[in-house]
């Protein structure tokens, strides 16, 4: 994406990622567009009520918006947002977006997740095939659902599933990520991690840019999911990222690429 003038990551970030598997860029989102993302998303939820996240999954404990790119052109940032496009480029080499959705862990709820992989994939001969970007709209602190991870398991070429008996229960070597609001966790989505509880009376807001290998179906066919309008208007780096111009794979023909690593 060498014409698009994606920054290269600092060399810290980059081993960041490669020997733990995630990074966070602490604060690097601007007041004024948190406001606007937060408003969008609490916009959508009231309007979509129980359909909220009906084009992709929906979760118990959890409210949760797909397709975002399609419903405002306020996502369009979140997804071409170049200081984590160059990490995740770091992770994949060439990409493309997979799925742009948004999660809220609910009050005081059972919003905890099993530890799992993204797509429930491991990496290949190529390499790994996807990567994550929370955007945390909210603070994330250790008792209103943060992300848990398992630093160094994106290594492991194994799911969490097949060596675990209980995923779902607290790891020895976990760590809990704490992150401003207006903060990025980038991530090899290969690494064990999961959310945890909400245990406050506030929800805990996140989006999530996941993006795949170039060569790996997309979780949300963009093609198929977006209107004629929004890809009209989808220039340059952004339509290079939703894979506009690009024949559709066999995954994504079949719509078989629709899954979570652990929503079934």
């Not at 969490?160 to 990025?184: C, N, R, Y």
């Not at 719509?255 to 979570?260: C, E, L, N, Y």
Request: hydrophobic share 35%; with cysteine; aromatic share 6%.
């Amino acid at each position: 994406m060498e014409e698009f003038q994606i920054p290269a990551p600092s060399v810290a970030h980059q081993d960041q990622l490669d020997k733990h598997g995630y990074v966070v860029l602490s604060e690097c989102i601007p007041e004024v567009v948190l406001e606007q993302l937060i408003r969008e998303v609490e916009f959508l939820w009231e309007i979509e009520g129980e359909l909220a996240g009906c084009e992709f999954k929906q979760e118990k404990n959890a409210r949760r918006l797909a397709n975002l790119v399609e419903k405002s052109r306020r996502f369009d940032q979140v997804v071409t947002h170049r200081d984590s496009l160059a990490l995740v480029g770091h992770v994949l080499g060439t990409f493309k977006l997979s799925s742009l959705n948004a999660r809220s862990a609910n009050p005081m709820s059972a919003s905890g997740q099993p530890l799992h992989c993204d797509g429930g994939y491991l990496p290949d001969k190529k390499g790994p095939k996807v990567a994550n970007v929370v955007w945390c709209l909210d603070d994330f602190t250790l008792d209103n659902g943060t992300i848990r991870v398992i630093p160094g398991t994106h290594l492991a070429g194994k799911l969490p599933q097949d060596v675990l008996d209980h995923p779902e229960k607290q790891h020895p070597d976990e760590e809990l990520i704490k992150a401003k609001a207006g903060s990025l966790i980038v991530m090899n989505a290969h690494l064990w991690h999961s959310g945890v509880k909400n245990r406050t009376h506030r929800p805990r807001r996140a989006l999530h840019a996941y993006y795949c290998r170039r060569d790996q179906p997309q979780q949300q066919f963009q093609q198929a999911l977006l209107s004629a309008e929004t890809r009209q208007v989808a220039k340059g780096l952004l339509r290079y990222v939703l894979a506009l111009e690009e024949a559709p794979l066999e995954g994504e023909r079949q719509g078989a690429s629709s899954v979570s690593g652990f929503l079934q």
